[in-house]
């Protein structure tokens, strides 16, 4: 059975900084690209950042480049997302997720919620 286990949103001021992981299991993570989405009540869930399975190659919107950076542990079987110098426009659930085309395979997480206030 896979899971996607969502963790280290909360609160936090403006300008501060939180670091999401993600845990996975029930399959081999090297084989998937990984990536972190956002949604806020309303509105289409957004694609955040993504990071490919081989390579390392990376992708961010263009609101969170140069604030947010997304990694990988192969071996832990973890994914990250360092977000710094948070935004109130970042406040959302975010979600993790685990894709791979051959096979088709498409995982979500529950997610975790952020939320930037003062």
């Known amino acids: 059975q896979v899971q996607l286990v969502e963790s280290g949103g909360g609160l936090v001021q403006p300008g501060g900084s939180l670091r999401l992981s993600c845990v996975v299991s029930g399959l081999t993570l090297s084989r998937y690209t990984m990536s972190w989405h956002r949604r806020v009540p309303g509105k289409e869930r957004e694609l955040v950042a993504g990071?490919?399975?081989?390579?390392?190659?990376?992708n961010y919107a263009d609101s969170v480049k140069g604030r947010f950076t997304i990694d990988r542990d192969n071996v832990n079987n973890t994914v990250y997302l360092q977000m710094n110098n948070l935004k109130p426009d970042d406040t959302a659930v975010y979600y993790c997720?685990?894709?791979?085309?051959?096979?088709?395979?498409?995982?979500w997480g529950q997610g975790t919620q952020v939320t930037v206030s003062s």
């Open positions: 997720k685990a894709f791979r085309t051959v096979p088709l395979h498409n995982y």
């Open positions: 990071i490919a399975s081989v390579g390392g190659y990376t």
